[in-house]
């Protein structure tokens, strides 16, 4: 409780400006791996702190957990890596995540000038990504003192294009580097070498080109194989059978936990001991479903192919019978009886169109959705009397009102003459095209043997140019055929099929929740909901109604 308060206390310090003419260092390694010394943590601190000492830098006496100490910030955290999600505001703010915790602390306090500035090795310490090049260079234009233990950058048009090389740099060795060993992996992987961790069974000991058995596991992993081979086996037999000979997994050491990421030094870090574990059924058929232990290992196409790092465990023959047991055994299960709730699948959120599936609760039926994360309809869940309530008011304004009928028929007075007068514009050119048809025919028939004989034709390429034109010909008599007397009969059906959804409102208000359901099914093909407003698709047919759709020359809608 001491501690916290403490904390507490120097936060409340630091949120006072009493550190605005401090420095705060910040130090930052890739990796852990001993034998990368020359930009180590323990380099970095001596190097930042010597130069604050010569230039006179007064390093802020701050200690926060998972923060800093004495003012010392060290985070082991690749600087290259960066989330490529942004957000946008309406305000015109763009926003990305940043993935070094402490360098994220570390920038925001520097933005309110709580300290002074900061000093770090080099910049490819602070960054190797061109989003924190972007923090840095703002924070900079700002006034915040960045300085750098190797580098010192001109306020001018020079130092601005040194600082834009040192960046550039930066940046391109972490690529380099992921170039070089995507592409190391991917020739070792060709040549059959395994450049992951081995399985339970092999020994993992630093050397891709060397797997070799677990002389302790690797027997038992061999009876598993061969007793679920016999058919006899259960992948829980197999798991109670190796729990009863003491088989465990292969030591490891659990994932670094929050507190020793934000390890300020390797110190602080106690000495964790490797755990073992039990092995259960989903074990046991990830090992039997593993064609490495048949000596492969999964190539660059996705094939396996023969690996020249480990032996085979298990032959192909009894390897290829329990993939047969396997798949004998895997048995989907199906209800007989499919509950038949109503309305399932028929609505969706008008949002990410993710489907409101029907449930039973407290002998109520209700429709819930899960939504993914940023879809902003707040009606995740709605019971049966929502959904058949705002279904009757959908059927109840589909049908004509007594001022639309009004206004059909005096616009259908009108329609009929734009209608006559489009009509006669096509007829003229239908008879334009009929004229240039009939033109072609004739000159086919009076030039028949001349085209025959010259080659132009073939017999059969004749015959089908005549046949094209005597159907095209055809096809604009029909067309002629078209007057405004279909208009008026698919208005006569319209006004019908409203009348009858007016008349259907009432039927469907009195009716029984199935009834309800397979009248609704009838009318609309989907629904969807956003908040308290449900919105519909219809079915064809009823799809001139839902946009109260008017035939007319220009194709308006009321």
């Known amino acids: 409780m001491k501690t916290i308060k403490s904390e507490e206390k120097i936060l409340k310090e630091i949120e006072s400006g009493k550190y605005r003419d401090y420095y705060i260092v910040y130090n930052r390694k890739s990796t852990d791996e001993l034998d990368n010394q020359k930009n180590s943590i323990k380099i970095q601190r001596t190097g930042n702190v010597k130069h604050a000492f010569d230039k006179k830098l007064h ?33 015109g703010l763009v ?60 306020k001018s048009s020079a130092g601005e294009l040194h600082m834009d090389i040192d960046g550039m740099f930066a940046e391109h060795h972490s690529r380099v580097t992921s170039e070089k060993v995507t592409i190391a992996t991917w020739s070792l992987r060709g040549k059959g070498v395994c450049t992951y961790r081995a399985p339970i069974g092999y020994l993992n ?18 009876d598993i194989f061969e007793k679920y081979a016999t058919e006899k086996w259960s992948l829980s037999d197999l798991a109670r059978y190796a729990e009863k000979h003491g088989f465990t997994t292969a030591p490891m050491r659990p994932r670094r936990t929050k507190s020793e990421i934000l390890a300020e030094d390797d110190d602080e870090i106690k000495e964790v001991e490797k755990v073992s574990r039990l092995i259960t059924a989903n074990n046991v058929q990830k090992i039997l479903i593993n064609k490495f232990y048949t000596g492969k290992i999964m190539g660059n196409d996705g094939v396996y192919i023969k690996s020249i790092s480990h032996q085979a465990l298990v032959s192909d023959e009894v390897f290829d019978k329990v993939q047969i047991v396997l798949k004998k055994k895997k048995i989907s299960t199906h209800y ?65 009102t007594d001022t639309e009928k009004i206004e059909i028929d005096m616009r259908l007075k009108t329609d009929i003459a ?56 055809m096809t604009l008599q029909d067309t002629e055929q078209v007057s405004d007397i279909a208009m008026h009969e698919v208005i006569k059906d319209l006004m019908k099929l409203s009348e009858l959804l007016r008349y259907g409102y009432g039927m469907y208000s009195l009716a029984k929740s199935p009834e309800k ?21 219809c079915r ?19």
């Open 59 to 91: 390093i802020a006496p701050v200690t926060l957990a998972g923060f800093c100490a004495d003012g010392i910030i060290s985070e082991k955290h690749s600087g290259f890596k960066e989330d490529d999600a942004l957000t946008f505001s309406t305000e």
């Open 95 to 154: 926003q990305y995540r940043v993935d070094r915790p402490k360098f994220l602390k570390l920038v925001e306090l520097l933005s309110r000038g709580l300290f002074k500035g900061v000093i770090c090795f080099c910049w490819d310490r602070i960054s190797r990504n061109r989003g924190d090049d972007t923090i840095i260079r703002k924070l900079m234009k700002n006034g915040i003192d960045i300085r750098f233990v190797y580098a010192t950058y001109d």
């Open 205 to 222: 000991e630093g050397d891709m080109y060397n797997k070799p058995f677990d002389q302790e596991r690797a027997p038992m992993i061999k």
């Open 336 to 400: 007989t009886d499919k509950l038949d709730y109503l309305y399932r699948g028929m609505t969706r959120c008008e949002i990410c169109e993710r489907v409101y599936t029907p449930y039973i609760k407290k002998g109520i039926q209700y429709y819930g959705v899960r939504c993914p994360n940023g879809c902003t309809n707040i009606n995740k869940n709605f019971n049966l009397d929502f959904l058949e309530s705002e279904v009757g008011k959908l059927i109840s304004n589909l049908s004509f």
């Open 418 to 473: 734009l209608f006559e007068d489009e009509r006669l514009k096509e007829i003229e050119q239908s008879d334009r095209r009929k004229k240039k048809v009939r033109e072609d025919l004739t000159y086919l028939r009076t030039n028949k043997l001349v085209l025959l004989k010259s080659g132009v034709y073939s017999p059969e390429a004749f015959l089908e140019e005549e046949n094209k034109l005597n159907n095209e010909l």
């Open 517 to 537: 359901e397979r009248l609704t099914r009838i009318i609309f093909s989907e629904l969807t909901l956003s908040g308290n407003t449900l919105k519909y698709k």
């Open 540 to 558: 064809n047919g009823f799809q001139a109604l839902q946009s109260r759709f008017v035939p007319s020359c220009a194709g308006g809608e009321t």
